[in-house]
Nanobody, 120 residues
Framework: QVQLVESGGGLVQAGGSLRLSCAASGRTFSRYHMGWLRQAPGKEREFVAA????????YYTDSVKGRFTISRLNAKNTVYLQMNSLKPEDTAVYYC?????????????WGQGTQVKVSS
């Protein structure tokens, strides 16, 4: 089992920045690929970014490329999502997820989510 807890969400104006964190506990964090996904009101959950266990491979959905950066610090069992130049359409609940086999999902373990709201 892997337990994931997200933090860092909040309310920010368009053009602003936020950094989300996801702290993992349980099994060896460094063996898991990690992802960030989001779900906006009335919409399906969508992939945002992913990072391999070593950090050597990253993926992003097109709408966040150049604005968001995923990173991880295995020594702290934490994965981050730095979000810059935020737009109102980035408003969503952001989820952290983990999987031992697949970098970009589907994922076996999920956090509870953290709310991000971007005002115009």
């Amino acid at each position: 089992q892997v337990q994931l807890v997200e933090s860092g969400g909040g309310l920010v104006q368009a053009g602003g920045s936020l950094r989300l964190s996801c702290a993992a506990s349980g099994r060896t964090f460094s063996r898991y690929h990690m992802g960030w996904l989001r779900q906006a009101p009335g919409k399906e959950r969508e992939f945002v970014a992913a990072i391999s266990w070593s950090g050597g491979i990253t993926y992003y959905t097109d709408s966040v490329k150049g604005r968001f950066t995923i990173s991880r610090l295995n020594a702290k069992n934490t994965v981050y999502l730095q979000m810059n130049s935020l737009k109102p359409e980035d408003t969503a609940v952001y989820y952290c997820a983990a999987d031992a086999l697949r970098v970009a999902g589907p994922y076996e373990y999920w956090g509870q989510g953290t709310q991000v709201k971007v005002s115009s």
